[in-house]
């Protein structure tokens, strides 16, 4: 299995979440050594939804996919993160189980603190208390633009929109376009965009054929990124 890769110095990685920004740097460097150090091979969990709520992590290094089952057993991918992003955090606000699971796409680290200390944390800071409720409403806005897009956008402008984002977020430019630096399969873009295997397979079989993108095992690489955009906002055709 690939090995977690390399992070840079910790504080400075903490300094960019969300979660801790605004705090100088003696805080962050008592923050982080409150943390332990978390690495996940490739497929393995940080957490499974319905275990219990014992800790919170910030990705250092690498890309995890967070998903949850729907009550007829089906997967739905929630988000694709990367170093900065805090995931697990429901047991610092009172919670007891994950309400999603946490898997490496590739090799993975990430800070660990355990839900207690984040509490502890919240209760001493101020500044953390107060960006945790604009992460929160952050995460909730995002949640419910989502929902709408599901349930009255057309299937292509969603796929394209999240085609468009992860290349943004995670794309590496090359020769042939922006490629998705890290494994992603169809069935992700089908959980992740609330439609089936099928209906991706067949739009971006389509989109590869108009040379919009090119695909393989696991690949997806952007080679006309403007075009992907028009159909994400729904612009006409040139």
Known sequence: MAAPRKTEDPVDRLAEV???????????????????????????????????????FVLTGGRVKLTQLT???????????????????????????YPISAEAI??????????????????REPAVALNALRFVSARLHDLQRRYRQVMTERVERRIARALVRLAHE???????????????????????????LYTV????SAWEQQGLIR??????????????????????SK
Do not use: Y
């Open 18 to 56: 969300p979660l801790f920004k605004g705090l100088p740097d003696d805080a962050l460097s008592r923050i982080v050594a409150l943390a332990r150090t978390a690495e996940m091979a490739a497929g393995a969990c940080f957490f499974n939804e319905g275990e219990p709520a014992d800790a919170f």
């Open 201 to 204: 397979s067949r739009l971006l």
């Open 106 to 123: 590739e090799g993975s680290v990430a800070l660990r603190w355990t839900s207690p200390a984040m509490r502890r944390l919240l209760e």
């Open 170 to 196: 995670a794309g590496r430019r090359g020769d042939e376009g922006m490629e998705i630096a890290f494994p992603i399969s169809r069935q992700d873009v089908a959980e992740m965009t609330g439609t089936t």
């Open 215 to 236: 695909g393989g095992r696991q690949r997806i690489v952007v080679t006309k990124p403007h075009a992907l955009v028009a159909i994400a906002d729904d612009l006409p």
């Open 71 to 97: 009550p007829e057993g089906h997967q739905v991918v929630l988000r694709i993160i990367g170093p900065g992003d805090a995931f697990g955090g429901v047991g610092a606000f009172g919670e007891p189980v």
